[in-house]
């Protein structure tokens, strides 16, 4: 049984900042890849950034410079440090991981969503 926690979120307005989380709990090997992908209303979901087992990481191009993804302290932990956000930044966060549970092929799992607002 494998699940992500996420939280962070909320109303910030244009400029601010926000910090997202995220920790995979449960039986889990090994963690390949953690990840925030992001959906707004009537649009596709994209993956914003991500971070794989090895330290690299990916970024959305709209979002590099601004958006800094981090791993915690422990393996299962991420962070989504979200600085100068904009109004198209709008949209629910979702974590996401891909991992190899116990006694299992790698799977990926996802986050129940977190919405940032950007306005004024």
């Known amino acids: 049984q494998v699940h992500l926690v996420q939280s962070g979120g909320g109303l910030v307005q244009p400029g601010g900042a926000l910090i997202l989380s995220c920790e995979a709990t449960g039986s889990i090997v090994r963690i390949n890849s953690l990840g925030w992908y992001r959906q707004a209303p009537g649009m596709q979901r994209e993956l914003v950034a991500s971070i794989d087992s090895s330290g690299s990481t990916f970024y959305l191009d709209s979002v590099k410079g601004r958006f800094t993804i981090h791993r915690g302290s422990v393996e299962s932990a991420m962070y989504l440090q979200m600085n100068s956000l904009k109004s198209e930044d709008t949209a629910v966060y979702y974590c996401?991981?891909?991992?190899?549970?116990?006694?299992?092929?790698?799977?990926?799992?996802w986050g129940r969503g977190s919405l940032v607002t950007v306005s004024s």
């Open positions: 996401h991981a891909n991992v190899n549970p116990t006694d299992s092929v790698a799977m990926d799992y």
